[in-house]
């Protein structure tokens, strides 16, 4: 059978041929006719010059009617290969004196008696000839005609070897240009494949209001049309189910609120209750050094966003306890209510031993998950003591999930890269749940994660779920070609679902936000910047860019203070008028990897600070400690730009946080294109941030941006963000957990009602 490809280069190189053959019908006759009249005219002109040459000398022959002369110098004419023939007739058209070879049917090459004109060329028996004749003069009187005959049948040789040529030629060209042309559209299909992929897999170019990407090569000129097109079916289509997956929510316009969530929980999935699982716990209890116990909220994302979900749902959220004063603030079920001041749910809090914790959280989690997914140049480690703890932690939290289970059916969502198997322990012991886990950072391509030791078993304890969520269709995609790559499932990559054993999980990306304030007590932007200025010790009109992230190398706080210094160095005229603020929250420093990064990200703070410091002044103001988020908003509020360089981040949140808090749609954000933020926040400054140069001139660029831009990238940004929010995240997690839900009752009906057809027919 003709394979596909060899097929439609047949449908081109099919016509081509017929094209070709029919050009070569055409033009063959038409070639053989010019060279015929080519011919003629070259014999004409040869009959010419030899009857000038024979002129003199027949003229006297004919004179002396010496016939032998005549005949030998005729004889010696006919020798030329061509001249087949020659005649002499007289005045009275009598044929006086001719070669042996002279046709007797030519005569004297009378004119017709029809009184129509003689043709040169004469069809005789053997052949064509071209004839011509030359009246012999004498005294002004005519003696007779020479008579020339040549031979043809040459003509009759060069017009077949024409025609061979001809085709031999069309044949060429037409393989030629069957060749050339596959070739060319082999390659510009290649290349129209690639960036369609792009445009499908979401690397749409960047529009017109954000800084373009100077890395990224543009798409081919012809491809911009389909381009556009994609991207307004693609726009259409996120629209379309932003408003159709709530619509029925929503008294109050399109906007995904706490009460949506509510109403959905409730209608949708019948009130079922919702348990939570993470690592990190929403509220620490610490024991301060004079005895009281304090509540600390951690620096994290997940909890800021899962955090606003809970309050709006109630339920019970399970965490590692990890306080100092934790144990003394729960009830003997290890439940706290929380928030502590207000409470609207229940905090489960699970307890860890040292050696747990070790193999567990700083092992597994972060020195072989962590690094395993985040493109950050750190090298992952898997220890088999780290895999046992990982394994027996995971039970030990679903046991917890099992436990809080009130009905055999909740909605579990799972959180992380810290329970990649406890969607299938739990899965096992609750069939019904439903199981939403969320994958907070990164997903790597298959090849890398292949490193993982434990790759099939990751990939089975997630296959758990019911749904899967990440935030960006790259990672969405990365993870269902893993799981095609390590594991027997059948996956339906236009539905998103993989089915293992015989359960489905359906794999969405969902970007991730924050809930969006509603500035009850704000403190004024105003006030803001006078108060932190007081606090930083800089001159009221001094410059501000703010950073805060945890202390994590993959973070790009180095790539940040160098674009800093570049900065400084490119536009002198803003040393001593600015300050960049850094926040770090201390994160995992028990590990030797976040202990040497903590130590560079000092040392280069101190030596741009020494380079150009002067009389108390400091380009870079380093605050490596905790923060609460009413401090972070008065820097978020106080500071002229924001940045947020990750070298790779599944979503952050810093970014959203910075424009949510900026209700004077005044500031400007850097962004790196390798945050899952970047895909929404098309007005930010986009950075690559490895490169250093372009890291500095978004800075400055922001520094000294016109208000007027300011307020439109901001109010497009917040726009966004504000209809994008947490619970718009969570919403749709739970909308298609609920279809999910609906689709298995029904899918249960009828194969219970199958069963009972099949038993009355038996
Ligand atoms: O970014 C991944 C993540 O788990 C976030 O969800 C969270 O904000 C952060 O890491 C917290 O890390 P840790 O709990 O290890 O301090």
Not at 148 to 169: N, P, Q, W
Not at 407 to 421: I, K, R
Not at 604 to 629: C, F, M, T, V, W
Request: net charge neutral.
């Amino acid at each position: 059978m003709l394979s596909r490809s060899v097929k439609l280069s047949l449908r081109f190189i099919l016509p081509l041929a017929i094209l070709l053959c029919l050009f070569a019908y055409i033009v063959v006759p038409l070639m053989d006719k010019l060279t015929l009249r080519w011919s003629l005219r070259d014999l004409d002109n040869r009959s010419q010059l030899l009857a000038t040459t024979l002129q003199v000398p027949l003229r006297e022959d004919v004179l002396l009617n010496d016939s032998a002369h005549i005949k030998r110098l005729f004889d010696g004419a006919i020798e030329d290969e061509r001249l087949f023939a020659l005649g002499f007739c007289d005045a009275s058209g009598k044929l006086l004196y001719k070669t042996y070879t002279y046709p007797t049917s030519l005569g004297c090459w009378n004119p017709p008696a029809d009184g129509t004109a003689r043709k040169s060329l004469v069809q005789l028996p053997r052949g064509p000839v071209h004839v011509a004749e030359t009246p012999i003069m004498d005294a002004g009187s005519e003696l007779g005609r020479l008579i020339l005959v040549h031979d043809m049948s040459f003509i009759e040789r060069r017009s077949a070897e024409t025609t061979k040529y001809v085709l031999g030629f069309f044949a060429l060209l037409a393989v030629a240009i069957a060749f050339l042309t596959l070739l060319v559209s082999h390659l510009s299909w290649r290349g129209w494949l690639a960036s369609l992929n792009d445009v499908l897999r979401g690397q749409l170019i960047p529009r017109a209001t954000a800084k373009p990407d100077p890395d990224a090569p543009p798409p081919p000129p012809e491809m911009e049309p389909l381009i556009g097109e994609l991207r307004s079916l693609l726009e259409e289509y996120h629209q379309e189910r932003q408003h159709s997956d709530g619509g029925s929510y929503v008294g109050n316009g399109s906007d995904w609120a706490p009460e949506k969530l509510k109403a959905l929980l409730q209608q949708d999935l019948a009130g079922d209750q919702v348990l939570v699982v993470s690592n990190r716990e929403p509220y620490i209890h610490e024991k301060a050094a004079d005895g009281t116990v304090k509540v600390r909220r951690p620096a994290s994302g997940l909890v800021t966003a899962v955090e606003a979900v809970m309050r709006a749902c109630s339920g019970t959220w399970i965490a590692h306890g990890a306080g100092s004063a934790d144990r003394e603030t729960v009830d003997k079920n290890d439940h706290v209510p929380v928030p502590p001041k207000n409470p609207s749910y229940t905090l489960r809090r699970v307890w860890l031993t040292e050696e747990e914790e070790k193999g567990y959280y700083y092992g597994f989690a972060n020195e072989g998950l962590w690094p395993l997914c985040h493109i950050a140049h750190v090298r992952p480690v898997f220890r088999s003591s780290d895999w046992e703890e990982y394994v027996k932690v995971n039970r030990r939290f679903a046991d917890a999930v099992i436990k809080e289970a009130r009905t055999d059916n909740p909605v579990v969502l799972v959180q992380d890269y810290h329970f990649a198997l406890l969607p299938r322990m739990v899965r096992e012991a609750l069939p019904k749940a439903t199981i939403i886990t969320f994958w907070h950072i990164p997903w790597p391509n298959s090849e890398s994660f292949g490193i993982c030791p434990w790759r099939e078993e990751i990939l089975e304890g997630m296959l758990g779920s019911t749904i899967l969520g990440f935030h960006t269709p790259f990672h969405r995609k990365n993870f269902l070609d893993t799981v095609d790559r390590y594991l027997e499932t059948r996956i339906e990559p236009e539905a998103s679902t993989i089915s293992y054993g015989n359960e489905l999980t359906q794999v969405e990306d969902y970007p991730i936000s924050i809930a969006w304030p509603d500035y009850p007590d704000t403190v004024p932007v105003d006030v803001c910047r006078t108060e932190i200025r007081q606090i930083l010790g800089v001159p009221q009109d001094h410059l501000l860019a703010f950073g805060v992230d945890r202390l994590d190398y993959t973070k790009g706080i180095l790539e940040r203070f160098q674009a800093v210094d570049r900065m400084l160095e490119m536009h002198p005229a803003m040393v001593g008028k600015f300050s960049f603020v850094q926040i770090a929250a201390p994160s995992r420093s028990d590990l030797e990897e976040y202990m040497n990064f903590e130590q560079r990200v000092r040392k280069l703070a101190d030596k741009i600070n020494d380079r150009y410091g002067k009389d108390g002044y400091l380009p870079i103001i380093l605050k490596i400690e905790h923060h609460d988020q009413n401090e972070l908003q008065r820097y978020f509020r106080a500071s002229e730009v924001c940045m947020v360089t990750s070298l790779h981040d599944g979503m952050n949140l810093v970014a959203k946080e910075f424009i949510a808090a900026r209700d004077d749609e005044h500031g400007a954000l850097v962004l790196s294109q390798f945050t899952g933020a970047a895909r929404e926040l098309h007005e930010a400054l986009i950075i690559n941030p490895y490169h250093i140069e372009q890291g500095a001139e978004a800075l400055y660029r922001g520094l000294t941006m016109p208000s007027v831009e300011q307020v439109e990238r901001m109010r497009s940004m917040r726009d966004r963000v504000r209809r994008f929010n947490v619970y718009r995240w969570a919403g749709h997690m739970l909308l298609d957990a609920a279809r999910l839900r609906k689709r298995e009752k029904v899918m249960q009906k009828i194969r219970a009602h199958s069963r009972t057809n099949l038993r009355r027919v038996g």
